[in-house]
Structure formats: structure tokens, C-alpha cells
């Protein structure tokens, strides 16, 4: 082959090395389509273009009405500019794999050398040379950004998944402090027309100073405690409109219907544990971490072992005659023979493979977390939707017919009412635990890892090394 055919080869080899382009909607499509099947809600990676109009326009559409939960999840996940940074983690990721796939740089030089004595035309020397290595090991570079890459997208997709369950969570205890607000009222309600009635007792002289002065007590708590249960609503309502990623007049939420009470058929699946295992995103991408990590060492090894060597042309002319041959620059490892590098990423794989075993602990231990507290929270709900609020309300009645019957006193009837509201909220919050627990459980199956409040469960990924990080280029 002569040297312009080895010229015209080398100069496709670069071109074709250049093509490699970032295409963030690209890995966007990766991320949605890892969440076909686990979420019905559309996502939308706000990246300057057309689309985001068309999303803002759907959030308002969306907070123009009363707010349902579905609806909260879709503005959310809209929206939601701390879950648009999550997104970029892909587009990062997408950018280390373009760039793992480029070859190095040529190296040009040029030097020309004068003469101290006589009147000698100046030599000149031109070179162009290039790493060896960093062609050789482009296939290895490449599956590290690769298997990188994934474990990105996998994360991505699992965040979003958990910003889907932490909405409908933050909806129904808005939802519930709502409940719990007008309950609280009545509770007021009630404890002033007690008071009321005791004072005028008094002034007859019917009750006692003690029995007022207990009255009054109940009547100044209940305030309290209203005043506790209208901060308590504005903050959940200040949770989800932070989770909305709304502020100002978009915040003004107006919350659709009511909690929907427990289902006394659905069913805990059996195999709970095993299909969390299955479907978690965040043990797939653990496993891409400890994929990424073999491979780098696979390359960390190579570059230990094979020295860098730069190969290229020499173009000089000496004595008014041009000059051309190879030129060859080789690294003798001779004090760096790669031992750090080598020995940081096998502590980070054997770190990575904990930490997989730990997670994979973690799933496990989170399925029979919620299988118990789901079994729990449904037996408690029904219990009161079936049993005890009937019963109250039956209770009350009763009272209010022996009170017009004059078979009982005011303080009788008012008491019934105030226990009756006392059950209500009990069963408000235990309502709200039900379905935050289905909730997770849905999560759980869908491939994300729901928070249980647990102290063992998940170091998550937090302070974790980037696999990608000392990849050598």
C-alpha cells in the first residue's frame, strides 16, 4: 500500500471516529421505554424545545381543575424541576458513552532548527503521530461507557417511579389533614355548645365550678388543637404543591373528593418478595455497577500492562532534501505499573458486590415489611368502615333519641357526637396509612425501592464511586 493510501485511510479512520454525536432525547427514549409497562404517565425532559410549551399548557389544563391523584402524579412528574435534574444524570451518561467511543487527538508538531555558524538553509521538522493505545483499547472504553450508561438509565427510571409514589402519597395526606381539619371543627363545634350549656347550668346553679371550669378545658383544647389541625393541612398541602413543583397562584391546589375507603378483597400477592426481586430497577442497576466495574478493570489491566506507545510520521528536511519515516514513542513502566489504579477499581468492585448482596437484603426485607403492614392497614380500615364507625354513629343516635326522650342530658348527647368524631379520625389516619402502604406496595412490584422508615435498609447509592470515574480515555 503506498503512503497516500495509508494517508487517505488513516484520515477516514478519524473522520469516522468523529461522527459520534450527543442525542439527549435519545437516552430520554431509553428511560421512557424502560417505563413501558411499570407507569401509565407521561414524562417529558424539558430540554428547551417545543415540547416544553405543550407540557406547561397540559399543567395548567391539569391545575385548572379540582386536583385527583392521578392528576397530581402527571403535573408532577411534568413539572417537577428537581426530577428534570434527575434526568440529566442519562444525558451524562449518554455524553461519557460518545465520548469513550472518540479516538484521542492527533499530536501535530513542528520545529525548525538554524544554524549558529556558516549560511545553511534552516532544517525543518514536521511530525504527526498517535496513541496506539487509545485505538487498541476503544472496544474496551466503549462497553465500560456502555454498562455505565444503562445503570444510569435504569436509576433514572426508578427515581421517577418513586417521584410517581411520594406525589400520591403527598395527595392523600393532603387529602386526609383536609378530612381531619373539618372533623376538628365539628370538635370545636361541639365543645362550645358544651361549654355553653354548662355556663348556663351554672348561672341556675345545676353544676358545679369544677364541672364549668372542665368544660371550658375541653372547649380551649379543641381550639388548640384546631389551630394544629389547620397548620398540619397547610403544610401537606405546601408537600404536594412542592412535589407539584408549583408556587404562587399554581400552589392555590384545590383537592378532587375524598379519600376512597379500604377494598376488604384485595389480596397481598403470595409471592410478593420474589416478584420485588424481579422487577427492582435499582438491584438491575447494581448489577450494571458491578458489570461496569469488571470491564474497567479489564481495561485498567490493560493499560497496566501494555505500555502507551504513540506511532506516527516523521516529515524533516535536512541539507535541502525532504525526509520521511515512522516515528515511534514508547512508555517504559518503570515506577508506574498501574498497582493504584488497579488495586482502587478492585476495591470498588468488591465494594459494588456488597453493596448489590445489601440491596438485594434490603428489597427482600422491604417486601415482607409491606406485606405485613398492608395486612395491617387493611384489616384496621375495614374494621372501622364495617364495625366501629357504624357503631358510633348507631351510639349517637341512640343517645339523641333518650335526649329527646329526656332519658339523658345535653352532656350525654354531646358526648356520643365528640366520640363519634374522636372514631372519624382515627379512622382518617388509619385510612391514609392504608393507602400510603399500597402505595409502596404498588412501587415495590413496579421496580422502585419504597422508603419503610427502616434504619437498616438501603445506603441506597449514596457517596457511591462513579464506575465511570478514572476510565482512562
Known amino acids: 500500500m503506498t503512503l497516500s493510501y495509508r494517508l487517505l485511510a488513516f484520515a477516514a479512520l478519524i473522520s469516522l471516529a468523529g461522527c459520534a454525536s450527543v442525542r439527549p432525547q435519545a437516552a430520554f427514549s431509553d428511560v421512557q421505554e424502560t417505563l413501558d409497562g411499570r407507569t401509565d404517565v407521561r414524562t417529558v425532559w424539558r430540554t428547551g424545545s417545543e415540547e ?10 391539569l391545575l385548572a381543575a379540582p386536583l385527583t391523584a392521578d392528576a397530581a402524579v402527571q403535573v408532577a412528574l411534568l413539572n417537577n424541576r428537581r426530577l428534570q435534574a434527575v434526568y440529566e444524570d442519562v444525558g451524562v451518561a449518554q455524553a461519557d458513552l460518545v465520548q469513550a467511543g472518540l479516538l484521542a487527538n492527533p499530536l501535530v508538531g513542528a520545529g525548525i532548527r538554524f544554524p549558529l555558524e556558516g549560511s545553511e538553509a534552516p532544517e525543518l521538522r514536521f511530525s504527526v503521530a498517535m496513541s ?17 450508561y444503562e445503570a444510569a438509565r435504569l436509576r433514572v427510571a426508578a427515581t421517577v417511579l418513586r417521584y410517581e409514589a411520594d406525589t400520591r402519597a403527598a395527595f392523600t395526606r393532603a387529602q386526609a389533614d383536609a378530612a381531619r381539619l373539618a372533623l376538628q371543627q365539628t370538635v370545636v363545634e361541639n365543645t362550645q355548645a358544651s361549654y355553653r350549656a354548662s355556663l348556663l347550668l351554672r348561672q341556675a346553679g345545676n353544676v358545679t365550678a369544677a364541672d364549668l371550669l372542665a368544660e371550658q378545658a375541653l372547649f380551649e383544647q379543641a381550639r388548640l388543637d384546631l389551630v394544629s389541625a389547620e397548620a398540619q393541612t397547610a403544610e401537606s398541602r405546601e408537600r404536594l404543591a412542592r412535589m407539584l413543583g408549583v408556587f404562587g397562584e399554581r400552589a392555590a391546589l384545590t383537592l378532587a ?84 489504579r488497579l488495586g482502587r477499581v478492585r476495591s470498588e468492585l468488591r465494594r459494588a458486590q456488597a453493596r448489590y448482596y445489601a440491596l438485594g437484603v434490603d428489597v427482600r426485607s422491604t417486601a415482607r415489611v409491606l406485606a405485613r403492614r398492608l395486612a395491617a392497614a387493611q384489616a384496621t380500615a375495614v374494621q372501622y368502615q364495617t364495625v366501629v364507625l357504624p357503631l358510633r354513629a348507631e351510639l349517637t343516635q341512640q343517645t339523641l333519641l333518650q335526649y329527646n326522650a329526656m332519658q339523658t342530658g345535653v352532656f350525654g348527647l354531646l358526648n356520643a357526637q365528640q366520640m363519634e368524631v374522636v372514631a372519624n379520625r382515627r379512622y382518617l389516619d388509619r385510612l391514609a396509612d392504608y393507602w400510603r402502604t399500597r402505595t409502596d406496595v404498588a412501587l ?18 449514596d457517596g457511591a464511586a462513579d464506575p465511570m470515574m478514572g476510565a482512562e480515555h
Do not use: K, W, Y
Not at 378483597?265 to 416478584?275: F, G, K, N, T, W
Open 444 to 461: 415495590l412490584l413496579a421496580g422502585g425501592m419504597p422508603d419503610v422508615g427502616t434504619e437498616a435498609l438501603s445506603m441506597s447509592e
Open 257 to 340: 373528593g375524598q379519600i376512597p375507603p379500604a377494598s376488604a378483597d384485595m389480596q397481598v400477592p403470595a409471592d410478593l418478595e420474589a416478584q420485588a426481586v424481579e422487577a427492582s430497577l435499582m438491584l438491575a442497576a447494581s448489577r450494571q455497577d458491578i458489570e461496569t466495574l469488571g470491564r474497567r478493570l479489564g481495561l485498567t489491566n490493560l493499560t497496566a500492562l501494555i505500555p502507551d506507545r504513540e506511532s506516527g510520521a516523521e516529515l524533516e528536511r535536512r541539507d535541502g532534501r525532504f525526509e520521511l519515516g515512522p516515528d515511534v514513542t514508547v512508555a517504559i513502566p518503570l515506577f508506574d505499573q498501574g498497582q493504584g
Open 132 to 148: 496506539f493505545l487509545s485505538v487498541f483499547n476503544l472496544p474496551l472504553r466503549r462497553a465500560v461507557a456502555r454498562s455505565a
Open 52 to 61: 416544553d410549551a405543550r407540557a406547561d399548557r397540559a399543567v395548567d389544563s
